[in-house]
């Protein structure tokens, strides 16, 4: 099986847009590696997140800001011969990207920033109280490192 690497902007977007959650890699206050499913959305080379207020991850990225992101779409499993166990593998393709969260304050900044990510869901507007606004932390990721990948294709694929 063939992994090969993608680097067409559109592609790449494509797969980010198929996802329906990304995976956040976070360092925890002992230094120990945390991931955790979030809901995103992705803009101009921007990844968009939110949380809760307060707790584990927000102190987390507090102390340490940097994340590596992932996206992954596609998930058949594939062989090249069928009685060979090391010939399997997962096709399916994958997003990583880099960078340094930044916490938005800024009440306005925030309204736009929810309405990006639900334009990632669903297709019409919201509303927002002023509450739930106050209330939600909203992260900002400006992707410094991005890599993309395909995996499990046949040499016929390639």
């Not at 890699?25 to 995103?40: K, Q, R, S």
């Not at 090391?86 to 340094?100: A, F, I, Q, T």
Request: aromatic share 10%; hydrophobic share 35%.
């Amino acid at each position: 099986m063939k992994t090969i690497a993608i680097t067409e902007p559109t592609e790449i977007e494509a797969i980010i847009r198929k996802c329906p959650y990304c995976m956040v890699g976070i360092t925890d206050l002992e230094g120990n590696p945390y991931v955790v499913p979030m809901n995103f959305a992705y803009r101009d080379g921007v990844i968009y997140l939110h949380s809760g207020p307060e707790g584990s991850k927000v102190e987390m990225v507090e102390r340490r800001p940097r994340v590596c992101i992932t996206f992954c779409e596609g998930h058949e499993l594939v062989y090249m011969h069928r009685q060979v166990a090391c010939s399997y593998s997962m096709k399916s393709r994958s997003v990583m990207c880099w960078g340094n969260v930044r916490f938005i304050e800024d009440m306005d900044e925030k309204r736009n920033i929810l309405d990006i990510v639900m334009q990632q869901y669903v297709d019409y507007e919201f509303k927002y109280s002023e509450p739930a606004v106050r209330n939600v932390k909203v992260w900002e990721v400006k992707v410094e490192k991005m890599t993309c990948r395909s995996f499990g294709l046949r040499p016929s694929e390639v």
